[in-house]
């Protein structure tokens, strides 16, 4: 499928700065998930409740920052920002 770029006044328009911003910010999100649940995973592994319980909890507010992020970019797309 092609990529459709938005087009102003007949004019191809590259990806806004915002638009960059928020997939870079979510993709960096999604990194830090997966490294976490790792973290999480080394944690339990040498019963280390404190660090699992502090990497669960910046593991969650990762995913709330996600989640955030989806319905910025939902509210975007309806908005023909994105």
Known sequence: ???????I???LEGMTNVT???ATVLSNAGEA?????SYIEDAKKENNPEAQRIFEQIRDDEI???????DLIRNQV?????
Do not use: C, I, N, T
């Open 9 to 11: 006044d007949g004019k």
């Open 20 to 22: 960059y911003d928020v």
């Open 78 to 82: 309806k908005q023909g920002k994105f």
């Open 64 to 70: 709330r920052h996600s989640d955030l992020l989806r």
């Open 1 to 7: 499928m092609a990529q459709q770029h938005p087009v």
């Open 33 to 37: 998930v997966d490294a976490l649940d």
